[in-house]
């Protein structure tokens, strides 16, 4: 039933033609809600940080889908840069790494700071997967490029 109402207001919201501004004000609220979690979740309120992540876990998915969906590497590759602690402690790997791939693949032109974080924080990812053969060149190109910054 829910589903059913879901359905049916994304259609009302869809005629009004103010679906994507809509989504993109929730990704940049959630994408800032990130960047405020980013040095709290290595902090002393860390554990009050990951339940707030938690709570919001499906906003920050659809953000991220968001962001992929329309080409936004840069701000994925922010986003993930903030909450990588996060994916890696609450068993988000994989989903952390697809998402930091999906913007490198995207993001040929990344900005070399954000370009290392990405391939750092997909080798990261990798690594939590166990999957060390994927993960070392990830992470080689990612110390590469932070030696030259």
Known sequence: MLRMVREYALERLDATGEVEQLRRRHAEYY????ERAGPEIRGPEQVLW????????????ATMGWLAATRNAEEAARLGWSIWPF???????SEGRRWMEE??????ALPAPLRAKA???AGIMAQGQNDFRSAEPLIEESLML???L
């Open 31 to 34: 994408s800032s809600l990130a």
């Open 50 to 61: 990951f339940e707030r992540l938690d709570e919001e876990w499906d906003n920050l998915r």
């Open 87 to 93: 994916w890696y402690v609450r068993g988000h790997p």
């Open 146 to 148: 932070f030696r030259g």
């Open 103 to 108: 913007a490198l693949a995207e993001g040929s």
């Open 119 to 121: 391939l750092f924080l």
